[in-house]
Each structure stands twice: as C-alpha cells, then as structure tokens.
C-alpha cells in the first residue's frame, strides 16, 4: 500500500513512518506545513494524518477531491469543527479516532459496559496526563471515555466538569469529572474511576511508546483500504461493536 503522511516531521509521524515501512508498505508523501498535501496524495493510497487541528479540513477536502481513504488521529477540535468534518468525511473511506492504540480502545469499550451497568450513584471521573509538549486539553482519549460514559448514562457535553476550584457545592450525580495533566515526557496515562459510597471501580491505560498508535494506525489503513466511502471508528477497526 501506498501512504501519505501528513505531519510527518513530528512526532506521530516519525513514528508512523517506521512502522509502515517495517510492515512492507511504501511512503509515497512526506508532507509537513508548506508542502504540498494534493500533489503527494495523488501519488497515494491512504493519507495518514496526525498534525494539527486548524489543518485537518484541507486535509480532509484534498482526500475527497482525490477519492483517497484517510485515517485521522488528529485532536483539538470544537464540536461545530468535529460535525464539518464528519460530513465531509463521509465522501471518502475515512477512519477518524482520538487514539489508536487496541488498549485504549479496549478501555473505552470496558468504559462503556460499566457506565451501562453502574447507577449514577457511581461517580465518574476521568483522568489523562501527557508530556509538556502537548498542546491541547482535554487528549483526545478523555474525550473518547467521556463519550463512553456520557452515551450510556443519557448526558450530553454540558455534564463534563473541567477541573474544580472554589466552593461549588455538592458533586451532582450527572456531572462526570474532566481532569488534565501535563508534565515531563509521559506518553499518555488515561484513568476512569467509578465512585460509590463504599467501593469504587478503577480502569486504566498506560502507554510507554508511540509505537503502539502508529501500530493502530497502520492497521486501520489496511483495513479502510479499498472500503466504501463513510465515516468509521476504530471500533470497526478492531471489531469491538
């Protein structure tokens, strides 16, 4: 297969890169800010993007005039980013995932079978930390354990709590905790803990290498590959429905 790499100067996509040539593709694109995404995606099968989030509409627009499969990791976006972006998604073979890695998506999928069986009662809250560099908040994992908290229990976005300060009163059983961490050259930890008066409920995920989403990643290209056009998850992927 031939793979275009979009942001492949930074981290991910060193890492990517490695990973796709130990697994007998070919890189066709080499692209980083400046460069010319269209002229390197027409000489591909797949664009694999991990960048930034002001990057990934023309990424996404490039794919679709070209009819190129996409897999994006990026992260950062709004909500009303997020909707555009699905839609044009829609037009092209497209996998779109806040983390790759076949733990953290285990962990989602674990995530989500608890919030279904536990009451409100059990208080959720979750925790990520990442390296210093990182430059939004909350990762894009949290997001994804909170929508596998959120979906089961009927709440919407309004229900995350983004940290706490000051008196506010009682936690209210609806609110489930957002809290982030930055510091040294963590990789990504990501928590979720169900609280009840007398017990509570842990799961976790700790990453020690890129590595593992550049694994995720590769896989999610083979398998996209030749799909129709839509917009799918990594659950798909992984077969985790």
């Known amino acids: 297969m031939k793979i275009c790499i979009n942001g492949f100067k930074g981290r991910m996509g060193t890492a990517i890169a490695d990973e796709a040539v130990s697994s007998g593709h070919t890189i066709t694109g080499k692209v980083d800010i400046g460069d010319n995404l269209k002229a390197a995606l027409s000489e591909s099968d797949v664009v694999i993007d991990f960048s930034f989030h002001t990057i990934t509409q023309s990424v996404f627009e490039a794919a679709a005039d070209l009819g190129k499969a996409v897999i994006c990791g990026t992260t950062g976006h709004t909500q009303e980013q997020r909707a555009k972006l699905l839609k044009i998604g829609q037009a092209m073979p497209t996998v ?6 076949i733990g953290v998506n285990l962990l989602c999928y674990l995530t989500e079978k608890a919030a279904e069986i536990l ?3 059990y208080n959720a809250e979750i925790t ?6 990182k430059k939004d908040a909350p990762s894009g994992t949290a997001l994804m354990l909170a929508e596998s908290v959120l979906g089961p229990r009927n ?4 229900d995350l709590q983004h940290g706490r300060e000051g008196i ?3 936690r209210e059983e609806r609110e489930v905790g957002m809290h982030s961490l930055r510091g040294g050259d963590v990789v990504g ?4 803990i169900f609280a009840d008066i007398g017990e509570r409920v ?6 020690s290498s890129r590595a593992i989403f550049a694994r995720g990643a590769i896989r999610a290209a083979e398998w996209v590959f ?3 056009a839509g917009v799918y998850s990594i659950r798909d992927v992984l077969g985790l429905k």
């Open 202 to 207: 842990e799961l976790t995920h700790s990453a």
């Open 226 to 228: 030749g799909k129709e």
């Open 128 to 133: 990520e930390m990442h390296h210093r560099m």
């Open 155 to 158: 709440l919407s976005y309004d």
């Open 189 to 192: 930890d990501h928590s979720i």
């Open 168 to 170: 506010l009163g009682e």
């Open 119 to 121: 009451p409100l009662s």
């Open 96 to 101: 779109w995932a806040g983390n790759y890695s």
